[in-house]
């Protein structure tokens, strides 16, 4: 049983690292998406915030799932390597259906957790997305961030 945890946290990189066993690994991910303060852990490729330059707005997209199990979904799909704008189409529940994409948000704009989480993302693409899960009042959201100014 003690190899299964470390074959876990490499299959699910995009996953909080803290996890050891599957029902502890739902629970920590559902407080790390509640307002996460390292995107790096739920980030898809590690890439950290420390080396971000503050930003004022960013340019974001989102999959908004009001289930859990769509959520988990939507990301093995990520996983996979389907398009994040595709993923959204497929799989949110919300206005932005059209890839996920929520255009430029100035910093203050968001719901707070969402807006944490975002404003510490490094910009990727949505064929190789770097994203982040945050729990709000409003569901699960899959968050990725296209550019910073």
């Known amino acids: 049983m003690a190899g299964k945890p470390k074959a876990d946290a490499k299959a699910n990189a995009n ?8 029902k ?25 915030a420390s080396k971000l330059k503050a930003a ?7 999959i908004l799932c009001e289930k859990h199990s769509k959520k ?7 996983r996979a390597g389907v398009k994040f704008d595709d993923v959204a189409r497929q799989f949110s529940e919300d206005k932005a ?11 203050g704009s968001l719901e707070a ?4 989480a975002a ?4 910009p990727s693409t949505t064929a190789n997305p770097i994203y982040v899960e945050v ?12 550019g910073r100014k």
Not at 15 to 22: A, F, H, P, R, W
Not at 56 to 62: A, E, F, L, P
């Open 15 to 22: 996953k909080n690292k803290s996890s050891t066993t599957g």
């Open 135 to 146: 729990k709000t009042g409003f569901g699960y959201h899959v968050v990725m961030v296209e």
């Open 56 to 62: 004022t707005s960013i340019n974001v997209r989102h």
């Open 72 to 78: 988990e979904e939507a990301i093995a799909q990520l």
């Open 113 to 116: 957790s969402f807006e944490k």
């Open 24 to 48: 502890d690994k739902d629970k920590s991910k559902s407080k790390s998406n509640a307002g996460t303060s390292a995107p790096d852990e739920g980030a898809g490729n590690g890439a950290g």
């Open 119 to 122: 404003f510490e993302l490094e």
């Open 97 to 107: 259906r059209q890839g996920g994409s929520l255009g430029w948000k100035l910093r």
